[in-house]
């Protein structure tokens, strides 16, 4: 059987459009995508959040020598899902923006949440938590 065509350009556009003749192959989904889902991203191509908690022994904010991690004594809460610290969290969507919750006893007041935005493929950031150290228990005197 042989089909023969006449005459009109648009409508032979129209199928060459309808069958992406010209461009090239047409993306589906196959049959293991539509049962098992999407392959997940590779790590490079999503962003990574990494946190540790230490103790701020001068209490200034920051790391320094000699101020050791704090293991197991904080933990964050990122896209509703608990990270007992040190923590390392991958596969976090590029463009978009994650609040990090994060508790504990010695935790310092101004580092218990932080807003986390991924701008970029493959960007891993670092959030060093400070911790004060426990103060030794003194007794009050009030005078009578």
């Known amino acids: ?35 098992f889902g999407r392959v997940p991203l590779m790590p490079t191509e999503t962003g990574t959040v990494i946190i540790d908690a230490f103790w701020d022994k001068n209490g200034n904010g920051q ?7 704090l293991d ?19 596969g976090l969507e590029n463009g978009m923006n994650y609040l990090l919750e994060c508790s504990g006893v010695h935790l310092s007041e101004s ?7 991924i701008k970029r493929r493959g960007q891993i950031i670092k959030v060093d938590l400070p911790c004060r150290p426990p103060q030794p228990f003194q007794a009050s005197s009030h005078p009578e």
Do not use: H, T, W
């Open 72 to 90: 197991k004594g904080v933990v964050c809460v990122l896209d509703e899902i608990e990270y007992p610290v040190p923590a390392f969290i991958p």
């Open 1 to 35: 059987m042989y089909l023969f065509l006449s005459g009109n350009p648009a409508s032979a556009a129209q199928s060459q459009a309808d069958f992406n003749i010209k461009g090239g192959r047409v993306k589906k989904d196959n049959i293991f995508n539509i049962f």
């Open 111 to 117: 580092v218990k949440k932080k807003n986390i935005f």
């Open 63 to 69: 790391r320094d020598e000699g101020e050791p991690s």
